[in-house]
């Protein structure tokens, strides 16, 4: 099975943290919000020893997942964890900023709980959507038909490295943002003829909770299988599941 490449610094962690389903966390949560730190009383770097100490920081709730939360909380990071609360980004994988924070209350504030505290990871906020609406946590790989459907209608299948484009993002996250539109550039051509980078757009989306994916705006981009309709004059990419979860084997040959 091909594997990819890792999208950002924090993907190779896999938040939400594996012994901490998502569905466990946003059943002991008081509160749960997507927001962003905006200031913190004690300021911490990548260079201070484990465990770090208590910190208190004012932060923005951008959106309420569960619960009902003002626009501007104070939220208690207690002693002792592995990660700080920052106001600023930092490369440091240590460092949390911004994400889905998952809080109990705490007096007049909240104060975070759990391993991670702050799921800052790419499909953070995404599996806290599918959750919600009753979906699993992950999202589903492609089925026997779609790969079918997709062999028949791409001019061209090759396993790539797609590197999203910065002026068509339409998912921000704390560490990578994604985009609709991405160069291609082909490692091997399974299908068709592809011998140097092609741009290629997104094709429609099924509407479902959390999304389903876009190619990350990254240097080191990401790697999967892409199963590319060039019909149109605009090469567009079939695939309704994400790319680097395509197993190879599962392709229908001959």
Request: charged share 20%; glycine share 8%; hydrophobic share 35%.
């Given at each position: 099975?091909?594997?990819?490449?890792?999208?950002?610094?924090?993907?190779?962690?896999?938040?939400?943290?594996?012994?901490?389903?998502?569905?466990?966390?946003?059943?002991?949560?008081?509160?749960?919000?997507?927001?962003?730190?905006?200031?913190?009383?004690?300021?911490?770097?990548?260079?201070?020893?484990?465990?770090?100490?208590?910190?208190?920081?004012?932060?923005?709730?951008?959106?309420?997942?569960?619960?009902?939360?003002?626009?501007?909380?104070?939220?208690?990071?207690?002693?002792?964890?592995?990660?700080?609360?920052?106001?600023t980004t930092e490369e440091?994988?240590?460092?949390?900023?911004a994400g889905v924070f998952?809080?109990?209350?705490?007096?007049?504030?909240?104060?975070?709980?759990?391993?991670?505290?702050?799921?800052?990871?790419?499909?953070?906020?995404?599996?806290?959507?599918?959750?919600?609406?009753?979906?699993?946590?992950?999202?589903?790989?492609?089925?026997?038909?779609?790969?079918?459907?997709?062999?028949?209608?791409?001019?061209?299948?090759?396993?790539?490295?797609?590197?999203?484009?910065?002026?068509?993002?339409?998912?921000?996250?704390?560490?990578?943002?994604?985009?609709?539109?991405?160069?291609?550039?082909?490692?091997?051509?399974?299908?068709?003829?592809?011998?140097?980078?092609?741009?290629?757009?997104?094709?429609?989306?099924?509407?479902?909770?959390?999304?389903?994916?876009?190619?990350?705006?990254?240097?080191?981009?990401?790697?999967?299988?892409?199963?590319?309709?060039?019909?149109?004059?605009?090469?567009?990419?079939?695939?309704?599941?994400?790319?680097?979860?395509?197993?190879?084997?599962?392709?229908?040959?001959?």
């Open positions: 099975m091909r594997t990819s490449s890792t999208p950002s610094p924090s993907a190779a962690a896999a938040d939400p943290n594996p012994q901490e389903p998502v569905a466990e966390l946003l059943a002991e949560a008081d509160l749960v919000v997507f927001g962003k730190v905006d200031s913190v009383d004690v300021a911490i770097d990548a260079e201070h020893p484990r465990p770090r100490p208590a910190q208190t920081a004012t932060v923005t709730v951008e959106q309420v997942l569960k619960g009902d939360a003002p626009t501007t909380i104070t939220v208690t990071k207690p002693a002792g964890t592995w990660y700080f609360l920052t106001d440091s994988y240590d460092a949390k900023w998952t809080l109990k209350r705490d007096g007049e504030g909240y104060v975070l709980f759990g391993n991670t505290g702050v799921q800052d990871d790419a499909g953070a906020l995404p599996a806290f959507q599918r959750v919600l609406a009753g979906q699993p946590e992950r999202a589903p790989a492609a089925t026997e038909a779609q790969l079918k459907d997709w062999t028949a209608r791409a001019d061209i299948i090759v396993f790539a490295t797609a590197r999203g484009a910065s002026d068509h993002v339409t998912l921000r996250t704390p560490r990578t943002d994604f985009s609709t539109s991405a160069t291609l550039t082909p490692i091997e051509v399974l299908k068709g003829t592809m011998t140097s980078p092609m741009q290629v757009v997104q094709g429609p989306q099924p509407e479902t909770a959390g999304g389903t994916w876009a190619f990350p705006v990254t240097e080191a981009g990401e790697d999967g299988i892409y199963f590319i309709d060039t019909s149109s004059g605009t090469p567009t990419v079939l695939n309704t599941t994400r790319p680097s979860q395509v197993n190879e084997n599962r392709i229908p040959r001959g």
